[in-house]
């Protein structure tokens, strides 16, 4: 293919252009004849003529390519193309960053862009560049990338000139460096790193021209790294200060902005030694006449420098010092300097500045004017003392101030490396090199040279680096190459720095006694002009050429001698030695090596023999010897490229200068780059890239699937005959410049013959359908033409006859209307006439009924009036009577009253006395009288009721009657004051009560003292048991020898026991059974004093004892029968043994001896009848308490005296029960003798010993008993005390409430309303002193109960043993008949008793070694509920020591588990799970009514009683959002890698997006990491839909709660959206429609998997949103009449997603048209509406970090505590169910 074929008619060129720089144009003819024929834009026609092919204007690139983010991805690599593309790029799209090959081109937006932020660190780390869009993140990633990978010491060479945004560029590398390797220790060297920013931007950085914030000198920070990659330690290194910034500025520009900084700070009281002031009284500040910038506040900058100081370790007082040597500097250039006459200089003494200059620095004013008017001059042994000239002391005068300057630049630099310094020796570290770029100006000096050498330098470097990489691509993949020649520019870094060069003639010309700029330029004119980058201006002998890579620069010689040497005088240096401020003094006492910039001093006399060489060295020569220790280092280094742009001079807002562009592109070797790739095979594709893109260039048979390079080589045989075009490499196919557009040219006409193809079968179908349409409708409207005719013919005769028929019945309607007419006005015409004459009939019968009624009326109405007038005078004089009586009656009342109380106090006594007399008689006649007693009260109370009943008809009656006592308030308002007198008595008895129930209350405390000391001295009386032990174990020999003398006799006589036994057994039996048909109302055992011991079996237990068991189960610790001491029965017959009843009878003789145990049936049926008399007591007290039921008082003390009485009854069983206890004993032990010794008993009782300890047990167990009864007794004086104070204020009440009542009668409303609130508030308090004073009474009683139980205990011991151990069965011989006991289901608790020195056992087992397989086998929530059940227990023991230690354990081991296991998704979601089940258990068993509402009443009751446990349950949900986050950290590890592969890349049709062709970048050496996908994109989407199965499955198997469930994936479903729309917004490869349709299918699989999984109606699916509404906006129409709808469409879309992705957007091909600019405007135009009322539109990229609120909902289980049971998996034999 020749060139000529491409210039065709259409195609598009490039003109050169003055202004443009190039302009697009439209060949309108096919080239030939060397005529180029074009059309520009505006219609403007030219004809360009050619000598040759070489010289054809430059070929535009197809549109598809336009915007690329690789240069190096177009296929025409020329200027124009690269200008253009970054015109596009920077104009249309807003893009700033673009590719060119390893070259990163960063053009200056000068607008603040939301790319910078967290979220974008976050979606650039491991990327390669080149995956996502061109960004300063994706160098710094690859940079630190490489560094892992390589191991190999990186940096990032930033330039361009001032304002192209390099600062700032570096600052963002540095940022991300400071996130990604940012270190956990307590340095937080990141932190530092950025903070030494402000500071040098305050001392290095100044207002030029060109940029408000231009970095006036060059620097190489060095980011140390640990082996773990991450940052230890900095360090900073400068190059080339302009120091003669610091005394002269240009115009429109500024000094250092720290001088500006100090002076907003002038104000400032802190500040005020330093004599500032306004910038513009300061010589050195206001020779730019520019003091400000705007929109930079240098007050708030000056603060944060401070700041940064701080944080970096400086000190208050060191920064003081510096902030002296900056105004020093200041007051320094305001010295003023007058000329003295002829060569001498002068200061005047009174120059305020001299001595501001002195104070600030701390050195002498005398000696400071002395040096800056004269010098030292030595010649020989003597010296000289020479006064100098105006011009030489001002110039003396600046280099000081730019001295002293330079001195404290390089010790701030110095301070901030100490604060980087790393403590150990740094594994690896990246370098950013922010150095100024090539330079140009209209007048060039030093300055510029020193730049344009560096640049040179620099360049040399990025050619060699470009060449190399470009080469190793070629023998990486094993292709024929030829070496490139690219440009050298060795000759003119020589030209600079060999010998004889530029630098060495300025070195050589310094050190002549009379050099100047003169004679050293005519040296270069002599000797540099052998080089051909050196030459002469032809109109100027002052200046030299020299030309550059970038272009020819001009230099004017002037300054260069004195610049190069730099010389402050050495009288100077030493008076600043001597400094009395210590920075100063050290600024010039430091050895010379530390500083960067050296300083040649002009000596006064002979140097010593000591002065290094080094400090004689030339500016010039330093900076040539750090520039080659720079390139040391970048070349041990791997380097990586920024290259800066700054867009215009004007600093607008994305506005673009191609003028200005070019000469940028030209000086920082982007067009180099781009030529080199020029030079060799600028387009790589893949064979699979390749084949999918031009598969339409082939036909089948030459596809080979099995082999794609060679259906490759098919394709391109039919396409390219020159095989130098394209070279085949071992994976990529490589193609010269120009050779992609002519196949995308060949592709787009293939594309265009088929789309005419199918345009023209379309046609032909859509026309022929169409025909016949038309025809067959043809031959349907003449058919129904024709028809449509018959039927009106038709119609026009029915018509007609239809009319004659009208009107026949018209003319005989119109007839029969006129008669009838006629007859209706005649008719009414009489009708009228008849009508008057009745009406006038009427109204004079009306007239005479109306005065007959007025008369009556008024008849009537006289007599009334008399009437009513007698009557009034009635009502008044049966007022004024009642009146009279109710005064009486009313004080008949309060005698009454008073007379009550009076004689309960003479009563009181009497009453005590009635009482102590009760306490003797027996327990039960003392209740039947009680009872008898409360029948009496309750008559008087009913008759009482009667009574106060009648009262209150007489109140409703009087109360008719208020309407009449009007006039009377005035004296009952009297009677109403002395009311309240009265009322005063009823609050001091009220205090005279209270006070009585405080003694009642300190008599109770002197009970439980002396209950107290009684117990002790029952555990004094615990010795006397061991006679009890001796006499037994003697006894027991004892019927061991007799048994072995009578087996014989006992055989015989044991038989015929056991029949007894059984008879005896079955006559108790039917006693029982007859006791209970008998007394079916006594009370029955409840569910709260049922002790498990007594409740165990109801039916009797049958005892068939032989010999072996009679004598093997007498010790006491198996008494057969034997209940809890606290339980209640109430089957009594069988159990009211009284010892009392118990008789011994001994015989001398030899009579057997008989104890007798007689229960009189007398007994029981008192027992009966009391029950019933209870009963009727019960009722009776209820009917009172539901006759009042608004009298709280009544209800309370009514249910305290139940309590009390229930507590009574109580005790009073546990008596009858120790009763029964020993009358047991005495039974049976009468059956044993009995049964082994027959009627021999005294055998057994020879000596009397066992009569003697037996009656000795008898005592102990009599004074217990009594010790008991008194106790009862007490108990019983208590509720009669509490019945009887019951009953007074209960009287007081219905008092009240009558008085009450009656002062509302009688007084106005405004009195009645205060007396009845103050009422209401006395009887309110004393409502609530009653009430505390129950809660004291009800807490002492809880201490006497357990106190009882603890009594209880100790008598159980004294009656022989515990009653846990008299249920035991121990297991005997064959040969023994054991007690049979049967016992009912147990019903249990639901707790689980442990040891709490078993605890951590339990947590070992629960917590720490249960495995996620065993949890699967178990109920889910399992060990949740076991410990919860171990929770109530403590909670029922009321242990708050044990329930303390437990939760802790638990809390202590379910961190450690997460801790040790927060890898493993099963052990984190299975505890996620149980955390969540116990903190469910401990709301729904807390007791709250919040919780309770689906609990069952078992449930309720099993409600923690005793702990409030909501603190635990607040650390327990934070455990459970920490397990949540880990159960979501490690689902997101799982899932990222699956995001971008299985939403974006995923290809349902395989090549249907078609791949562009693509650049160097992700192709080439340099490029980061060689990372593939972690799966193939055809399989990733089966694989994530697979995760998240697996992930639901996890989360259903351990029981996890559904609606916790739904927050995991409304979570990861975010996290996936998040991922994959960040990587959409910053990949342009991915912005089109075909790319569009392929994600919103993959993103429909994961909503029919919220489907399948049912979780789409909780609105998972609603979080993927954006993404969906992304790939909605890539396929929808993007015309101006779409503008509402696409907003309307992309509601969940910031403002910046959308218009990011529609400047995106890429057609696909040629055959779709781009987005217009205009739409985007009116996109953006209408969103401006929306963004009005959003916060959040100025950010890109979704926070991936974004987790929604967590929270669990409360999930009540239906699961019975009581049900729960432990599995053999679990070995947890410490615990016990109860």
């Known amino acids: 293919m020749s060139v000529r074929e491409l210039y065709v008619k259409g195609a598009h060129v490039w003109i050169p252009d003055r202004e443009q720089v190039w302009r697009c144009a439209q060949l309108t003819q096919d080239y030939k004849n060397h005529l180029v024929t074009v059309t520009f834009e505006d219609g403007q026609t030219q004809e360009i003529k050619v000598k040759s092919d070489e010289e054809l204007p430059p070929l535009r690139n197809p549109e598809i390519l336009i915007g690329e983010n690789d240069l190096t991805s177009l296929s025409y690599l020329h200027e124009p193309a690269v200008l253009y593309n970054l015109q596009v790029r920077f104009c249309n799209q807003n893009a700033i960053y673009t590719y060119c090959g390893i070259v990163l081109v960063a053009i200056n937006p000068y607008e603040e862009l939301p790319i910078y932020g967290p979220d974008t660190i976050s979606a650039y780390r491991g990327h390669s560049m080149g995956d996502l869009d061109p960004h300063i993140f994706a160098v710094a990633e690859e940079a630190f990338t490489q560094m892992e990978r390589d191991n190999r010491d990186q940096s990032i060479i930033v330039s361009g000139e001032s304002g192209a945004g390099k600062t700032v560029s570096a600052k963002y590398a540095m940022r991300y460096f400071a996130s990604v390797g940012g270190s956990d220790s307590e340095t937080q060297i990141e932190k530092k790193i950025l903070a030494s920013n402000p500071i040098m931007e305050a001392i290095g950085n100044a207002k030029t021209t060109r940029n408000d914030n231009s970095s006036r000198f060059g620097k190489y920070i060095e980011l140390d790294f640990t082996r773990s990659y991450s940052i230890m330690g900095a360090n900073m290194r400068t190059y080339l200060l302009e120091k003669s910034r610091v005394v002269f500025q240009a115009p429109e520009e500024r000094n250092y902005h720290i001088f500006y900084q100090l002076c907003s700070a002038a104000s400032d009281k802190k500040y005020s030694h330093l004599r500032l002031g306004h910038q513009d009284n300061f010589h050195y500040l206001n020779q730019g006449s520019s003091p400000s910038i705007e929109g930079v506040d240098d007050g708030a900058d000056f603060i944060e420098t401070c700041k940064a100081l701080s944080l970096l370790g400086i000190s208050e007082a060191t920064q003081n010092q510096m902030f002296r040597i900056l105004a020093g500097i200041l007051h320094l250039g305001n010295i003023v300097i007058q000329d003295n006459g002829g060569d001498a200089s002068t200061i005047d003494k009174g120059d305020e500045s001299l001595a501001i200059v002195a104070e600030l620095l701390g050195i002498s004013a005398s000696e400071l004017k002395m040096w800056l008017c004269h010098r030292k001059i030595t010649s020989g042994r003597e010296v000289f003392t020479k006064p100098v000239t105006l011009s030489e002391a001002t110039f003396s005068r600046d280099a000081l101030a730019k001295h002293i300057y330079a001195k404290l630049f390089d010790w701030i630099v110095k301070e901030i490396n100490k604060c980087f310094a790393a403590p150990t020796k740094p594994f690896r570290f990246i370098g950013v090199l922010d150095i100024y770029g090539f330079e140009t100006f209209e007048i060039n000096s030093f300055e510029q040279f020193c730049i344009n050498y560096a640049n040179e330098k620099l360049q040399q470097q990025f050619n060699q680096h470009v060449f190399k990489l470009e080469q190793e691509e070629y023998v990486k993949e094993q292709i024929e190459w030829e070496f490139i020649n690219f440009y050298d520019n060795q000759p003119c870094i020589d030209l600079i720095e060999s010998k004889l060069g530029i630098l060495d003639l300025l070195d050589e010309e310094c050190r002549m006694p009379k050099g100047s700029d ?73 050895k010379a090596q530390v500083a960067p910039t050296k300083v040649k001093v002009l000596p006064t006399g002979p140097s010593p023999a000591h002065s290094s060489k080094q400090m004689r060295k030339s500016v010039g020569s330093q900076f040539r010897d750090s520039l080659n220790l720079l390139m040391l280092t970048l070349n041990s280094t791997t380097p990586h490229y920024v290259r800066c742009i700054k867009p215009n001079d004007d600093k607008m807002a994305f506005t673009f200068d191609p003028t200005r562009a070019i000469q940028q592109l030209r000086a920082c070797g982007v067009l180099e780059t781009v030529r080199i790739s020029a030079a060799g095979y600028p387009s ?80 032909m179908y859509i026309h022929r359908n169409r025909f016949r349409r038309m025809r067959n409708s043809a031959i349907v409207i003449q058919k129904y033409a024709r028809g449509m005719a018959s039927r009106r013919l038709a119609h026009h005769m029915r018509q007609t006859a239809a009319a004659i028929k009208i009107q026949a019945c018209v003319r005989g309607w119109v007839k029969r209307v006129q008669y009838r007419r006629l007859v209706y006005t005649i008719t009414r015409l009489q009708a009228h006439a008849r009508g008057c004459w009745a009406r006038q009939k009427y109204q004079h019968m009306r007239r005479d009924r109306a005065a007959i009624v007025i008369q009556k009326n008024v008849r009537q109405w006289l007599t009334r009036r008399r009437y009513l007038r007698a009557m009034r005078g009635f009502v008044i004089v049966q007022g004024l009577v009642r009146c009279f009586l109710a005064r009486r009656q009313l004080k008949k009342l309060k005698i009454e009253a008073k007379s009550i109380e009076h004689q309960k106090k003479l009563n009181k006594g009497l009453e005590n006395k009635i009482i102590s007399l009760q306490q003797k008689l027996t327990e039960m006649k003392n209740e039947n009288s009680f009872i008898s007693s409360y029948k009496e009260e309750i008559t008087v109370l009913k008759t009482r009721v009667t009574d106060l009943k009648g009262v209150e008809k007489q109140l409703k009656a009087s109360n008719n009657q208020v309407s009449e006592l009007e006039a009377r308030i005035a004296e009952l308002t009297k009677e109403l004051e002395m009311e309240r007198g009265e009322k005063m008595d009823v609050l001091t008895q009220k205090e005279r009560a209270d006070k009585e129930n405080r003694e009642l209350i300190e008599k109770l405390n002197e009970e439980n003292v002396r209950l107290t000391k009684e117990l002790s001295d029952a555990q004094k009386e615990e010795t006397k048991r061991e006679s ?24 015989g006589y044991q038989r015929l026991l056991k029949e007894f036994n059984r008879l005896e057994q079955k006559n108790e039996h039917l006693e029982e059974e007859l006791a209970k048909f008998k007394g079916g109302n006594a009370h029955k055992r409840t569910a709260s004093n049922v002790s498990n011991l007594s409740g165990a079996s109801d039916a009797p237990t049958e005892l068939v004892h032989d010999d072996a068991s009679e004598f ?9 029968g034997y209940g809890s001491v606290r339980s209640r029965s109430s089957e009594m017959s069988d159990s009211n043994r009284n010892l009392d009843n118990i008789e011994w009878s001994s015989q001398k003789t030899g009579d057997t001896s008989e104890i007798k145990i007689q229960v009189p049936q007398k007994l029981q049926e008192l027992e009966m009848e009391n029950a019933k008399l209870k009963d009727d007591l019960n009722r009776l007290r209820k009917s009172i308490a539901d006759s009042e039921p608004q009298n709280n008082r009544v209800q309370e003390f009514m249910r305290q005296f139940e309590a009390l009485q229930d507590e009574l009854e109580r005790r009073r069983e546990e008596c009858i029960q120790l009763r029964t206890v020993l009358a047991n004993r005495a039974h049976d032990l009468r059956s044993v003798t009995q049964t082994s010794y027959g009627k021999d008993v005294d055998i057994v009782n020879e000596d ?38 019951l009953e007074r204020l209960r009287r007081d009440n219905e008092r009240q409430q009558k008085l009450l009542a009656q002062n509302l009668c009688k007084s106005d409303a405004t009195n009645s309303e205060t007396l009845l609130q103050s009422e209401i508030m006395r009887l309110t308090s004393e409502n609530l002193n009653l009430q505390g004073q129950v809660d004291n009474l009800t807490e002492q009683l809880k201490k006497y109960k357990r106190s009882l139980r603890a009594y209880a205990k100790k008598l159980k011991e004294a009656g022989g043993g515990d009653p846990t151990d008299m249920l035991d069965v121990n297991t005997t011989n064959e040969g023994e008949v054991l007690p049979i006991i049967r016992k009912k289901e147990r019903e249990y608790m639901g707790m689980f008793e442990y040891d709490r020195r078993e605890e951590m056992q339990i947590i070992r087992v629960l917590v720490y070694e249960l495995k996620p397989r065993v949890a699967v086998t178990l109920l889910p929530g399992l060990p949740a509920y076991i410990l919860f059940m171990c929770i109530r227990h403590t909670d029922h023991i009321n242990d708050d020591e044990k329930v303390r230690s437990l939760l802790n354990n638990i809390v202590n081991g379910v961190k450690r588990v997460i801790k040790k296991r927060h890898e493993d998704l099963d052990s984190t979601v299975l505890w996620l799970s149980n955390v969540l089940r116990l903190l469910h258990n401990l709301k729904q068993y807390s007791g709250d009514k919040a919780f309770q509402a689906e609990n069952t009443v078992k449930q309720n009751e099993q409600s923690l009683k005793n702990f409030d446990l909501s603190e635990y349950r607040q650390v327990l949900s934070d455990i459970a959002v920490w397990i949540y986050n880990g159960v979501i950290k490690l689902m997101e590890e799982k899932v990222q890698p699956l995001i971008v592969p299985s939403i974006l890349e995923h290809e349902a049709i395989a090549g249907l997006s078609g791949n562009k062709p693509g650049g160097m970048r992700g192709r080439t050496g340099s490029v980061a990491r060689e990372l593939e996908s972690p799966v193939e994109p055809q399989k990733a989407l089966d694989l994530l839909l697979k995760e998240m199965t697996q992930f639901y499955r996890t989360l259903a198997m351990f029981g996890t709660d559904p609606e916790l469930i739904t927050q995991v994936f409304r979570q990861i479903f975010y996290f996936i959206c998040a991922g994959s729309l960040n990587n959409l917004l910053l990949r342009k490869d991915m912005c089109h429609w075909s790319k569009g349709m392929q994600i919103r299918y993959n993103l429909s699989h994961l909503e029919q998997w919220t489907r399948d999984m049912r979780l789409h109606e909780s609105g998972v699916t609603d979080t993927l949103a954006p993404i969906i509404q992304a790939a909605q906006l890539l396929q929808a129409r993007k015309s101006d009449d779409d503008v509402h709808s696409i907003c309307d469409m992309c509601d969940k879309l910031s403002v910046s997603q959308i218009i990011k992705i529609l400047n995106l957007y890429t057609p696909a091909d040629e055959f779709e048209d781009r987005v217009p600019i205009s739409f985007i405007h009116k996109i953006q135009a209408k969103l401006q509406e929306r963004a009005e009322g959003e916060q959040a539109q100025a950010t890109l990229l979704m926070n991936t970090k974004f987790a929604f609120p967590v929270r669990f909902p409360f999930n009540p289980s239906s699961i019975h505590l009581e049900d729960i049971e432990l599995p053999d998996a679990l070995p947890l034999t410490m615990l016990k169910k109860v």
Request: with cysteine; glycine share 4%; aromatic share 10%.
């Open 1248 to 1285: 009397g010993e066992l009569v003697l300890a037996y009656q000795t047990q008898k005592q102990v167990n009599r004074q217990l008993e009594d010790e008991l009864k008194k106790e009862k007794q007490r108990l019983h004086e208590t509720e009669t005390d509490y019945k009887g104070e």
């Open 684 to 763: 790589r594709w893949t064979y699979h890239e390749f084949f999918c893109r031009y598969r339409v260039l082939c036909t089948s048979r030459d596809i080979v699937r099995n082999d794609m390079r060679l259906t490759c080589e098919k394709i391109i045989a039919n396409m390219i005959t020159d095989e130098d075009k394209f070279k085949f490499g071992r994976t990529k196919i490589f193609f010269r410049a120009g050779q992609v557009a002519y196949m995308e040219k060949l592709r787009a006409d293939r594309l265009s013959a088929c789309g005419i193809m199918i345009q023209k079968n379309v046609r």
């Open 1112 to 1120: 093997s189960s007498f010790p006491g610790d198996d008494d057969i």
């Open 1028 to 1051: 009890e032990e001796y006499l037994r174990r003697k006894f027991e020999a004892e019927k061991q020898q007799l048994i072995l003398e009578n087996t014989d006799e006992k055989s």
């Open 518 to 590: 003169q004679s050293w330029v005519e040296k270069l004119y002599d000797k540099c002009k052998k080089w051909d980058h050196f030459s002469k201006p032809r109109l100027s002998n002052t200046s030299f050429l020299i030309a550059h890579f970038a272009d020819k620069v001009g230099y004017e010689c002037a300054g260069f001698l004195e610049k190069n040497r730099d010389t402050v005088s050495e009288e100077q240096i030493n008076l600043l030695k001597s400094s009395q401020i210590s920075l100063v003094h050290a600024l010039f006492t430091e």
